[in-house]
DNA sequence: GGAGGCTAGTGGACAGCGTCCACTTTTTGT
DNA sequence: ACAAAAAGTGGACGCTGTCCACTAGCCTCC
């Protein structure tokens, strides 16, 4: 009986020959997996150790539970959607500062933001749905300037300034209106009530929702 | 043995003698009441008939599983959330289409939206957890206006225009856009990042939201 | 270089959940 | 008045998150 087993995920000879760490991202990497077919609610801890071939309670030497597991998860997911954002603004070309182009990079960073959660709604809905007692300390040690949406969305109205389009009186705290707009759009044809308008509706939409913005912002 | 039993929630006796469509009410009510205390995923059906007195599988009599209770609780939820609009707006005096009331009424249903969602924060977000498919059919035979938050909305934007406040050309659409702005605001400080916030903060976002929502249309 | 402790995995169990099936009791329609 | 339909009961199943006791391999320290 030595060569009589299927070894389906992982040879039961290697049980306890893992590479260090290496359940711990694999059960973070199939949460993420799971998160993107269906969000948060699918994000089931049995279901990921069973991808990672490795037995249920296995988890409980890397999460305290299924929630941390979540947290851990939801933390991928908006890591997710701040790369997404940060190509989408990387794509505007003009030096900073530059009146065309100022404009431009912040309409990149909505637009962004609403394609991922067009594109990804579970990665999306899950990268807002941290259990509550779990804020991610995932942050690390401050490394580089802040790439969540809030700090991108900050770097672009700053941008708005120096460029002279927003005056910097209207600066100060402007930032939560104009993430409220794109946040609230974003969800309302997601999870929302418009979840079932055709895609060139929703597209409409958003592009009103981005237009909206700016009508406020001059 | 006919007065020994303690007769915790309903009487023994009275099992079968309940009025008709009391179980469905009841169990409607208190998953009402568990939402309200605990959002979508805290209404759980089993619990919800323990609080009618009544076996799990009484509750399949009237729903076809737990994702139905939960679109009725969730229609349950949307209808108190317009109730609390249609009163907030319903405080502003003045007649229809008065350039001074227009734009306090459109204030007031936002900040009656906002309010719900801070003072109610597990019906605001069971009020749009409807599960999929499960489209309410509950509006019933159109009795009446549209009192869904979309049709208030829609109907102050109108007295904005009849006023003369909000010009004709920029009406047709906007009510996506400022939908989405005090819905983004009430989800951001209601589950999501800015959660913890302090209440003072949080009204000064709110005040900040509406009043970016009014710079947009003027 | 061997003993002991630490880490990470296993195995088995439990309660709670949604749901299905078979059965009984009450209400209703003719 | 009697049969049919509606409403509630009892028991079961599989799935979930979580706990406890146990063990196999690694690392260190004398």
Redesign the interface.
Known sequence: MTASRPAAQASPADRHRRPRGSVRDGLVAAGLELARAGGP?AVVLREATRMVGVVPNAAYRHFAGRDELLAAVCAAAMGELADRMAAGVARVPGPRGDPQAAPLRLRAIGAAYLEFAREEPGLFVTA?ALPEQH?YTAAGPERGPDRSP?GQLRTALDELVEAGVLGRQHRD??E?????????????AG????R?APEDVRR??ED??L???G??LA
């Open positions: 609610d807002y804020a809030l705290g402007i939560y209106p104009v993430w409220s707009a794109v946040h609230g759009m974003a969800v309302l999870q929302g009530p418009l079932d409409h939409l009103r929702t237009a909206f913005i009508a406020s």
